[in-house]
């Protein structure tokens, strides 16, 4: 497996918001659908579980970041890193803490269970009124002055583009470190046959539990880019959003399920489809969406990716993990 | 030591009571048939012995350790192998990859050592030029020798086999025999294997035979003896064995 074609797709993207500070926010939007696809492919293109809870990772991710820009001004700079591992810290949590319990379940009542963690999430922040309650936490003032004005600005734009890309090179390095080694072997038998896989001696909560994890981590840190970094405010009714799974699942579909490229693919041409769908059906954009997940799983179930993989010669194979 | 000890095992499932207190006991080396017709209780037996199965009362015993509560995956670990009676491949990983899977976790190697173990144990049972398709176009008799690679390559001291023959041509259980002999021989590991079909072709290799019958052993001995036992002769083969 070369994972070169991927690494190539994300540097350029770098480059790309770099050098046309124009062009961040467009390349953020891709970027993040892109980087989403991902991360929820770690967990459910390698596992071959749904997880209903990853808008409470993603917000896990905003508050992190959030509640230590708004509630602790004197860390200055260190808000940033602190809040990034704090906001990793509170996903990954969260999802050692769920997935202790919920990943014993067999695949649908796994998705069943991580339905409810979004809701009681939000409903905890907004009814007991804790970090800002359902006012959320609006950032700005604070950002300029841990960062002072210009270094505010930068992280607002390109720094938070270049956050998303960075989680998105991230995640997919860790895709492909994960399917070269043992536990891909062990993922993969635990995707196509859990009960022979455990039999084979294959601990599948354990690796289920990793994955999961991983996952959760690198939703956080897209959540941390997007929300107080990008919009510089953290609100519960936009970070709590169901939509960030159907959109996750809809790149990682498009692209292929379980492979390192297909997130990459599937996030270039996601933003595009919805874009040009959006101007000539207006009112059905939300539609889009289930539609698109459904005609790929039906024609094409292995998603773009996949179908030529299994198509090509094992040496064109290689370069399209 | 043996190295396996059933002792006394009950489990039920529902009002039915599968196993009636079995006890078993195996050597090192040693190759043993369970014999008896379905619903003899034997497949719960060999889930009971590999884990997939907790037992209502009674102990499983594996090289003096009680390993009763353990999950299968740790049986496993501990030397435990086990080819399906209906084969289970992973049908998207190549069949190499398959029996990687088999000696990385079941055998605990190494990435790099169990992907020389599996060509070899590929190589063994006859498969080594598939190695690389994908193990879901195998055909049947195929996914059989792959279930076969896949439990050696986890260098167990206990092989538990289900059913190796049913469903396999005559040809292909003359060459499944020769290749479980040959396994027995070399290997010096312990086999358990189920039989309801084709009994002569694992009676033959076997050391010892024990018959089950309605969740209970009725006989056991050498192959020529338990065969041959009135109760044996009355309430399964209908004839005496030879």
Redesign the interface.
Same mark, same amino acid.
């Given at each position: 497996m070369k994972p070169h074609v991927p690494i190539a797709i994300y540097l350029s993207l770098v480059a790309l918001s770099l050098a046309k500070p124009e062009l961040s926010q467009t390349v953020a939007t891709v970027a993040f659908y892109m980087a989403l696809g991902q991360a929820v492919n770690i967990f459910v293109g390698l596992t071959g579980y749904v997880n209903f809870g990853y808008a409470a990772f993603i917000a896990m991710g905003a508050y992190g970041l959030g509640v230590v820009i708004a509630y602790f001004p004197q860390l200055g700079t260190w808000t940033l890193p602190v809040g990034l591992l704090l906001g990793v810290a509170l996903a990954g949590g969260l999802a050692l803490a769920v997935g202790a319990v919920a990943l014993r379940l067999r695949s649908a009542y796994f998705a069943i269970a991580t339905i409810g963690i979004n809701e009681a999430l939000k409903d905890l922040i907004v009814g007991a009124g804790i970090w800002g309650g359902s006012s959320g936490l609006v950032l700005g003032y604070n950002m300029f002055q841990e960062y002072g004005r210009d270094f505010a600005l930068f992280l607002s734009t390109t720094g938070s583009t270049v956050l998303i890309l960075a989680t998105g090179l991230m995640a997919v390095a860790a895709t492909y470190l994960l399917q070269s080694r043992e536990i891909g072997y062990a993922l993969a038998a635990i995707r196509q046959d859990e009960d022979a896989a455990k039999v084979m001696g294959i601990n599948p909560a354990k690796y289920k539990l990793i994955a999961f994890v991983l996952s959760s981590a690198f939703s956080a840190l897209l959540g941390s880019a997007a929300f107080p970094l990008a919009a510089t405010q953290v609100f519960p009714d936009t970070v709590f959003k169901v939509d960030y799974i159907l959109d996750g699942l809809a790149v990682m579909f498009l692209g292929g399920a379980g492979t390192v490229t297909g997130a990459v693919i599937g996030g270039l041409l996601y933003v595009p489809i919805r874009l040009l769908l959006g101007q000539f059906l207006p009112a059905y954009q939300a539609l889009v969406t289930p539609l698109l997940v459904l005609a790929v799983v039906l024609a094409a179930p292995r998603g773009i990716i996949g179908e030529l993989r299994a198509r090509v010669s094992p040496k064109i194979r290689e370069w399209i993990p | 030591m043996k190295l396996l000890k059933v002792e006394n095992v009950v489990k039920k499932f529902g009002g039915l009571a599968a196993l009636q207190g079995v006890s078993l006991e195996i050597d090192k080396g040693e190759f043993v048939a369970i014999v008896g017709p379905n619903g003899s209780g034997k497949t719960t037996l060999l889930n009971v012995i590999?884990? $997939?199965y907790k037992p209502d009362s009674g102990r499983v015993l594996f090289e003096g350790r009680d390993i009763t509560k353990l999950?299968?995956?740790?049986r496993?670990?501990m030397g435990i192998? #086990?080819a %399906?009676q209906v084969p #289970?491949p %992973?049908? +998207?990983?190549t069949v190499l +990859?398959n029996v $990687?899977?088999?000696a &990385? %976790?079941?055998?605990?190697l +190494? &990435?790099q050592r169990a992907k020389e173990v599996a060509r070899e144990a590929l190589e063994y049972v006859g498969l080594g030029r598939k190695a +690389?398709e994908l193990a879901g176009r195998l055909t049947f008799n195929e996914l059989r020798l792959l279930e076969l690679a #896949?439990a050696l390559a986890?260098r167990p001291k206990l092989l538990l086999l289900d059913e190796v023959m049913a469903g396999l041509n005559p040809g292909e259980i003359d060459n499944m025999t020769k290749l479980i002999r040959r396994v027995v021989e070399e290997k010096d590991i312990a086999a358990l294997s189920l039989v309801e079909h084709r009994m002569k072709a694992v009676v033959q290799l076997a050391h010892r035979v024990v018959v089950m019958h309605q969740g209970k052993v009725i006989a056991e001995g050498p192959p020529d003896v338990a065969l041959n036992d009135p109760m044996v002769v009355e309430i399964y083969l209908g004839k005496p064995w030879r």
């Open positions: - | 590999n884990g $997939v999950p299968a995956y740790a496993a670990k192998s #086990r %399906f #289970r %992973f049908p +998207d990983m +990859d $990687v899977v088999g &990385l %976790f079941n055998g605990g +190494d &990435l +690389d #896949r986890g």
